[in-house]
């Protein structure tokens, strides 16, 4: 059974949350402040992390960004407020998707078996000199191993698998975040970003995740 | 003429400079012809005076010299009477003074007649009047006349007559004609001078009220300027005070009030400011509440199977109320963002066509009998947020459904060269006219006794007329009880343009028929 650590202050809504996440066939530990989330972590570390935003102690942003120090696990951000810079500034510091409330219990399930999922996938692929060992969950460039969470590696992973397709925003929002309909582009965006500031050599001038303007990305071709 | 004088009277700096030009040419004026009339009349009676003297000093000395010479034979007598008369006619051609002698009562001798008229002169100089006086009298007379000469040429001068008595001859009358042209010629130089020191005068004074003026007009212009530009906004604009004067105190109070001003605005502002974000907070804060009861009632609902009936409807309610107020919440919250400014477009150009067929299909798949789509072959490419236009489509084609009474509703697109229409025309219960200002309102209702049917939270028509207004849109509403309503929004194609032209007119072209 996947371990979800749920971190909110609300007492009443993380036994909801809990409720739920077990009627799911899911293993809850509870965290109430934000200082209390590391000590956790480093002693039963979850498959994937429910976030809130504000919270005492630390806030999300920051036990965000001190998770992401140490692990790649999947972080997804619970806001009430969908609108703000929250949003941006929590996927900067690491998160993989964000949850606005209220939600419906069902959405969330989804959104967080889509994080869980872990196709076993054969094969490798490769973008230009990058491969991409889909056993493994690996990617090697010039011989070392990147790190990278596992929404980058299934990002990566999606364009490399239809090189000379260019995939919208909302295309990739489909298969990668499991999103069913319209949901927020700056998720893409934030992410490709952090990508690519992992890959390429220059995030500026990017060869293996192209911007097509006007339409999304596509993976760089090889080159002859 | 009118444009001058109402520059002047919009300027106070022309006006101060106009009056006090004009006053000081009045009085120079005043002072240089009064000065230059006392002048030229001591002048003139000056010459005349001295003249007078010399003329009857020099006749004593002629009668004097002809007493004398009475007593030598008539040549002799005759000599002395004629040096008399060469000496005065010489004397006359140096000072411009001519001399006439004229009989006037003979006595004896006849043959010795003196006589002497400058040959030009014209005898008419002399007044007959003027001589008759000389006549009887015994002192030496003058007068004013104007010497006329024969060739045409006039002098302004005087006359002085006296008479004279050659002893075997008789007595003769004397005139001495005086040329004033040179007492002229430098009265008129005083007269230039006394011009030119008035033009200067004025000229000075001209200067000192401009001086003036800067010193009392230009902080009033200052002062002025500073109060404009606190209207147009500036709430920190301020008047530069130095100084002691009224004027300082004019700025000083001016100061005064524009801080009192900023405080009352500061303090309204921070108060519509607070209000908004207690809104805001409100809505969020109760964003986490809403989610454990949501979930809640969503796993009491999944296992409503297994309960009685009332309690299955129960939380069938409760689902359904917790998304009506999860709504309010949301539109609650979209509110207060317009309120506080801080809605923002996210621009793109997209197929507004597709929009609506799109919205229209997703919105009532159950209800596409009911609904009369007419859009453009082609697609329409508008920029602007279609996440927003999307919205206000929503809320009018389910206000339509919802007031539509089960009649058909039409949506039509049409477009020209800069904008695009987006017409929602229902059948239903339409408004009175005297609503149609406030169907915009917030929470607005138009039968507050009539049931409530649909979920609208009473936020969406409101919401609606911001989204239109963020594009630079136009929302209308027309609407007749019982013959349904028309709801009309028009965008300008382009995102930054405002709307010049309705391609869809506000009240329905089916209502006309029906009308005449």
Not at chain 2, 460 to 487: M, N, R, T, V, Y
């Amino acid at each position: 059974m996947p371990l979800v650590m749920v971190v909110d202050d609300d007492q009443d809504l993380a036994e909801m949350l809990s409720i739920v996440l077990t009627g799911a066939g899911m293993e809850v530990d509870l965290v109430n402040r934000g200082d209390q989330v590391m000590d956790l972590f480093n002693t039963n570390t979850p498959d994937l992390i429910l976030l809130d935003v504000m919270l005492p102690g630390i806030d999300g942003i920051e036990v965000c960004k001190l998770i992401r120090e140490k692990s790649m696990v999947p972080i997804v951000m619970l806001t009430a407020k969908g609108d703000t810079h929250d949003v941006v500034l929590g996927l900067e510091a690491g998160a993989d998707d964000y949850m606005v409330k209220p939600f419906k219990p069902q959405e969330l399930v989804a959104r967080i078996n889509t994080r869980l999922r872990r196709v076993a996938k054969v094969g490798t692929l490769g973008i230009c000199d990058l491969v991409i060992d889909q056993m493994e969950h690996k990617v090697i460039k010039n011989g070392k191993e990147i790190a990278l969470t596992r929404l980058e590696f299934d990002l990566l992973a999606a364009l490399a698998k239809e090189p000379g397709r260019v995939f919208t925003r909302e295309a990739l929002l489909s298969e990668v975040w499991g999103y069913q309909h319209a949901a927020d582009t700056r998720l893409v965006n934030v992410h490709v970003q952090r990508l690519r500031s992992k890959i390429e050599s220059d995030a500026d001038n990017p060869e293996y995740v192209l911007t097509v303007r006007g339409v999304g990305y596509k993976a760089g071709a090889a080159k002859v | 003429m009118l444009l001058s004088k109402i520059k002047i009277r919009q300027s106070l700096s022309l006006k101060v400079l106009v009056t006090s030009l004009g006053f000081s040419i009045i009085i120079a004026a005043v002072i240089g012809i009064s000065v230059h009339n006392r002048v030229a009349t001591t002048i003139i009676n000056e010459k005349i005076a001295i003249s007078k003297v010399e003329t009857a000093n020099a006749l004593y000395l002629a009668q004097g010299h002809f007493y004398i010479a009475r007593f030598q034979d008539d040549s002799g007598l005759n000599k002395v009477v004629q040096d008399f008369i060469t000496s005065s006619r010489e004397d006359g051609s140096l000072s411009g003074r001519e001399t006439v002698i004229l009989p006037f009562a003979k006595s004896g001798n006849e043959q010795s007649v003196y006589q002497t008229v400058p040959t030009l002169l014209v005898l008419d100089s002399i007044p007959k009047s003027f001589r008759e006086q000389v006549r009887q009298a015994d002192e030496v007379l003058d007068k004013r006349v104007t010497i006329r000469y024969s060739d045409g040429k006039e002098f302004p001068g005087f006359l002085i007559g006296g008479k004279l008595n050659i002893p075997r001859t008789g007595v003769y009358e004397i005139y001495y004609l005086f040329k004033l042209d040179a007492q002229y010629q430098s009265i008129s130089v005083i007269t230039w001078t006394l011009f030119a020191a008035g033009l200067l005068l004025v000229l000075l004074i001209g200067l000192s009220t401009q001086f003036v003026i800067k010193q009392v007009v230009s902080p009033v212009q200052q002062a002025a300027a500073v109060a404009e530009k606190f209207t147009q906004g500036d709430l920190t604009s301020r008047m530069s005070v130095s100084s002691e004067d009224e004027l300082a105190s004019l700025g000083k109070s001016f100061n005064e009030m524009a801080v009192s001003i900023q405080q009352q605005i500061a303090r309204l502002e921070n108060l519509s400011l607070l209000q908004q974000r207690f809104v805001s907070d409100v809505s969020h804060e109760l964003r986490t509440p809403l989610t454990t009861l949501r979930m809640a009632a969503e796993v009491i609902y999944e296992q409503k199977g297994n309960f009685d009936a009332n309690i299955a409807r129960s939380s069938e309610l409760l689902i359904n109320q917790i998304d009506r107020f999860e709504l309010l919440l949301s539109d609650l919250l979209e509110v207060s963002r317009f309120d506080a400014e801080a809605a923002a477009l996210g621009v793109v150009n997209f197929d507004i066509s597709n929009l609506v067929k799109k919205t229209v299909d997703y919105l009532h798949p159950s209800k596409s009998a009911l609904f009369e789509v007419l859009t453009p072959v082609e697609p329409i490419q508008i920029e602007g947020d279609p996440r927003r236009i999307e919205r206000i489509l929503r809320n009018l084609i389910t206000n339509a459904v919802d007031h539509g009474e089960g009649k058909k509703v039409q949506v039509q697109i049409k477009t020209s060269e800069n904008e695009v229409a987006i017409g929602v025309r229902d059948y239903g219960l339409g408004f009175n006219e005297e609503d149609a200002p406030y169907l915009f309102d917030r929470f607005w209702r138009a039968d507050p006794s009539r049931a409530r049917t649909s979920g609208g939270t009473g936020l969406g028509l409101s919401i609606a007329l911001e989204d239109a207004k963020l594009h630079q849109g136009q929302l209308l509403a027309w609407g007749k009880p019982q013959q349904g309503a028309h709801f009309v929004l028009t965008l300008p194609k382009l995102h930054g343009n405002s709307v010049q032209s309705f391609p869809i007119a506000l009240a329905p072209d089916d209502l006309v028929s029906t009308e005449n």
